[in-house]
């Protein structure tokens, strides 16, 4: 079965930046949108960006202007670069595929310290 693999998360302090990066242990046909998503302690899992297979993307408001998503079709790795990180953006990222069916990443902790 093919799973996400995710990478990049840490900790860092406020104004620092990460990169998360995500790719398929396997080949997963007719990808259309790669996304980043991400849930904080007793907060509802959110999106934070998207990306079509034409390049298309997608920002939550909170990361606009912060966060860059971006994708290699050829490797079907999406990356999320954020800078500017914020105390608010702690959370554990999950990466999702959607295809004709749907796939998580494990998830990675980001840890913004003020």
């Known amino acids: 079965q093919v799973q996400l693999v995710e990478s990049g998360g840490g900790l860092v302090q406020a104004g620092g930046s990460l990169r998360l990066s995500c790719a398929p242990s396997?080949?997963?046909?007719?990808?259309?949108?790669m996304g980043w998503y991400r849930q904080a302690p007793g907060k509802q899992r959110e999106l934070v960006a998207a990306?079509?297979?034409?390049?298309?993307?997608n920002y939550a408001d909170s990361v606009k202007g912060r966060f860059t998503i971006s994708r290699d079709n050829a490797k079907n790795t999406v990356y999320l670069q954020m800078n500017s990180l914020k105390p608010e953006d702690t959370a554990v990222y999950y990466c999702?595929?959607?295809?004709?069916?749907?796939?998580w990443g494990q998830g990675t902790q980001v840890t913004v310290s003020s």
């Open positions: 396997g080949i997963i046909f007719s990808i259309n949108a």
């Open positions: 990306i079509t297979r034409g390049g298309s993307t």
């Open positions: 999702n595929v959607a295809a004709r069916y749907d796939y």
